[in-house]
């Protein structure tokens, strides 16, 4: 049978396309926008369930901060609609699109979540996942479910809605989200301390966020990566930048940041940004706008804050870039494109405790090296109970995780 896209007007029209699919064992890819599909193995399926045209916010309450859209809404669009009313969403969604040779503002918060993708924010607000009150969707049984509900204390199928929260559109087709927003910050300001290593820049960003001053964001930048900023306050010293945010009401901003310039003062030069050049420069680490030339695979790795130097140091010692953010908890990386060099960042990962994510890569590497961490025997159990019931068939994305042995 010839390759064919559907793209089901509602969930009775996908519940019988995909009862249809698993009764008769047929594959099939599920796409958003297509802006992360890319993101993965190749998936082995000839047809394609496009969910972009279930598009459109549902039910938006500023007051009770909760709002509901179709999967395939974009983020931009969200984002537009929040910002109205002076809210956001608060796990910072990064936008990949570019790093993964797509157009910009692409992303859907159905794919954004079925990847279960935060900011710089992650630190201090938590993953996408714990922003996810409720979801609707179809399992690869053909069966539609509603899981949790629209305000946080309604937990009612609540491990459902965080189960499918990174699942990569494995388990079940997400219809429907309703997110949990919150204010956007009246005043933003980012100080920067120039010219530390790795190790110094990760001691001041723990000295940071144990701090009382509720810092919302922390990175570090080599001098390479800091020069190619689009804000000149980063990028013209020609030196690493290790980086803070903190956000709120102008007096507390105010109150803060003055303690806070004079805490990092003692490790170094300081600069700092105000709210549009802080939102610039968040907005690259965020997407990772340093590694946007295709050139280069790259790799995330997830490893504890008090390791984040040291990985930063055995992946240049290997011959990659690399910058932290998530105050030293995420790890990212480009290398030469090759099979030895990912599999050596990946073991800097294991070594300390974390793991590792191929994002970008060409389909040589990806059959080479997995892109998401071998997961222990223990582990790879469970992950295939619960794939057989939800997806009993496999039929939803086989592949793009890779094998589970």
Sequence with gaps: MTGKTFRPADETELAGLVAWAASDGVPLEIIGSGSKRGLGHAIAADHVVDMSERAGIVDYEPAELVLTAEAGTTLST???HLGEANQQMAFDPPDYGPLLGHAAATATIGG????????PRRVSAGAARDHALGLEAVTGRGEVIRAGGRVMKNVTGYDVTRLLCGSWGTLAVITRLSIKVLPAPEKTRTLLVTGLTPSAGCRVMDEVLASPHCVSAAAWLPAD???????GYVSSPGAAVTAVRIEGPPASVLARHDS?????ATHGPVEEL???NSGVFWKEVRDVAAFVEPEAAVMRLSVPPASGAVACDRVTAAGGQAFLDWGGGLVWCAFKPSPGTATAVRDIA????????????????K?????????????????RRIREGFDPCGILNPGRMGMVN
């Design 78 to 80: 969200i984002e537009t």
């Design 112 to 119: 954004t979540m079925a990847g279960n993708l935060s900011g």
């Design 225 to 231: 990566m800091a020069s190619k900023s689009d804000v």
């Design 260 to 264: 806070l310039r004079s805490m990092l």
């Design 274 to 276: 105000h709210g549009h």
């Design 350 to 365: 294991t070594g300390l405790d974390g793991h590792a994510t191929l994002i970008r890569a060409d389909g040589e590497l």
């Design 367 to 383: 059959a080479a090296v997995p892109v998401f961490h071998p997961q222990p025997a223990e582990r790879r159990d469970l992950t």
